[in-house]
């Protein structure tokens, strides 16, 4: 947006006649023209709210191309048995639950491209066992999706008990658009690893480049220590003598230990509460009750510390190549701090 001279002494002179003076009164106007709505924090995503990205610029149409009565999973590489299974024989298998926040790497400083879901589904780990993976020779797994997609983990991460290919998201059928019939689930690793509408699985005995990784984005996935505040929302108007503050905070492989929440620009930090999570794989909810000292305007900034002691990165980076960083930030325009008298 390109305001000229002319416009901005304009808006000084609107900002002057409401009783508000200089660079305060500009940044009001301008803050209020950004201004964003709060945000509706719950613990589980609705499958219909659940972020989407897709990869690949394909033709391939989910909706027409994929049956579950003919779709196959092929189970090979450096294997002694290898796998040709049904959407039946996936079914049968053992399958269990698990709480895992998803987020893609894209995700900036506050933003929305995550969500958090129950998945059911079965053992990697149990499926390579069966398959008879060979432990001396394998390195990475790697996943092929019917998009066109691919994407590895490493044979050890992909050996951990909490590794599970999902066809249940939130106690439904996996939605077509996050990977029907059986997509990845990795905890603690960025959407790029957890590869949607798998239908190959190879073991690999060498160091396998996915799709992003040939574009030069990480081979690792890890994800970063993040924290938002969802209410209120940026230069949202606050009245009263106290306000409610919310948000998440995922440390991605690790639990959340701490958030913690600054109303001077990160000069001093007051630690928020969290509300207990269901699983180690998902992010926390915090809440903060803050009395303003007076009235004006309060940059407000959250960060968090997971359970390893790993303090939330300060430093803004952007996501290329393995996800970005920096504190989120609002500003708190507080307008009266007084109750509000009863007529």
Same mark, same amino acid.
């Given at each position: 947006m390109n305001l000229g001279r002319r416009t901005i002494l304009k808006l000084a002179g609107l900002t002057a006649a409401a009783g508000l003076t200089g660079c305060d009164a500009v940044g009001s106007v301008f803050g209020r023209m950004f201004a964003m709505p709060p945000r509706e924090t719950i613990y589980l995503t609705p499958n219909s709210k659940f972020y989407v990205v897709n990869y690949m610029d394909s033709p391939f149409n989910i909706s027409r191309d994929l049956n579950q009565e003919q779709w196959r999973l092929h189970v090979k590489g450096e294997v002694k048995k290898p796998m040709n299974l049904g959407w039946r024989d996936v079914l049968n298998r053992d399958s269990f639950d698990q709480v895992v926040t998803l987020m893609c790497i894209d995700t900036l400083s506050g933003g929305d491209s995550l969500g958090n879901a129950v998945w059911r589904g079965v053992s990697l780990k149990q499926l390579l066992l069966d398959a008879g993976a060979d432990e001396e020779l394998a390195r990475d797994v790697v996943f092929r999706g019917a998009d066109g997609y691919d994407d590895s983990i490493p044979f050890e991460r992909a050996m951990r008990d909490d590794v599970m290919l999902a066809y249940l998201m939130n106690g439904e059928k996996l939605p077509k658009e996050h990977g029907f019939p059986l997509r990845l689930i990795v905890p603690g690793l960025y959407g790029i690893k957890n590869v949607k509408w798998i239908t190959e699985i190879e073991v690999y005995g060498g160091d396998y480049k996915g799709y992003w990784q040939r574009k030069g984005w990480t081979d690792d996935g890890t994800i970063k220590v993040f924290s938002r505040i969802d209410s209120p929302g940026h230069y949202q108007a606050l009245r009263g003598p106290e306000r409610q503050f919310r948000g998440i905070a995922f440390g991605g492989p690790n639990t959340i230990e701490k958030v913690e929440i600054s109303f001077d620009a990160g000069r001093s930090w007051d630690e928020a509460e969290l509300e207990p999570p269901l699983s180690p794989y998902s992010w926390v909810i915090w809440n903060y009750t803050w009395r303003p000292p007076?009235? /004006?305007?309060? $940059?407000?900034?959250? !960060? @968090?510390? *997971?359970?390893?002691? !790993?303090? $939330?990165? @300060?430093?803004?980076?952007?996501?290329?190549?393995?996800? @970005?960083? /920096?504190?989120?930030?609002?500003? @708190? *325009?507080?307008?009266?701090?007084?109750?509000?008298?009863?007529?």
């Open positions: 007076k009235r /004006g305007k309060f $940059q407000v900034v959250v !960060r @968090a510390t *997971d359970v390893k002691g !790993r303090l $939330q990165i @300060a430093e803004i980076a952007r996501p290329m190549p393995d996800g @970005a960083s /920096g504190y989120h930030t609002i500003i @708190a *325009d507080v307008e009266s701090i007084e109750t509000a008298k009863s007529v």
